[in-house]
Nanobody, 130 residues
Framework: QVHVVESGGGLVQAGGPLRLSCAAT????????MGWFRQAPGKEREFVAV????????YYADSVKGRFTISRDNAKKTVYLQMNSLKPEDTAVYYC???????????????????????WGQGTQVTVSS
């Protein structure tokens, strides 16, 4: 079982930046697609961004496209979410997740589904104030 831990959440003013980190275990971490999801109070968990194992492909939710950037460092077994121009509506618990299935696909639907990801972190709170 892959262990995933997020960090970097906190309180930030609207318009500001914040960088989240996600550390994961696994000898074949470089084969895992890694995703970020978020859940706001009273809402269901939603897709934010994903990066494939090779880092060659990324997908973003329309709501964060152009503001957030996902990246990874396979040597450090870490994935990052750089969030810029934050808005109050970005306030949520952010979760990092790993797809350990080994599937390689260009299907956005596949990566945007939380059911794709078998291993999840505990979540880190991001609060954006106006």
């Amino acid at each position: 079982q892959v262990h995933v831990v997020e960090s970097g959440g906190g309180l930030v003013q609207a318009g500001g930046p914040l960088r989240l980190s996600c550390a994961a275990t696994g000898r074949i971490f470089s084969t895992y697609s890694m995703g970020w999801f978020r859940q706001a109070p009273g809402k269901e968990r939603e897709f934010v961004a994903v990066i494939t194992g090779s880092g060659s492909s990324t997908y973003y939710a329309d709501s964060v496209k152009g503001r957030f950037t996902i990246s990874r460092d396979n040597a450090k077994k870490t994935v990052y979410l750089q969030m810029n121009s934050l808005k109050p509506e970005d306030t949520a618990v952010y979760y990092c997740a790993a797809d350990t299935s080994g599937v390689i696909t260009d299907s956005r639907e596949y990566y945007a589904s939380p059911h794709t990801f078998a291993s999840w972190g505990q979540g880190t709170q991001v609060t954006v104030s106006s």
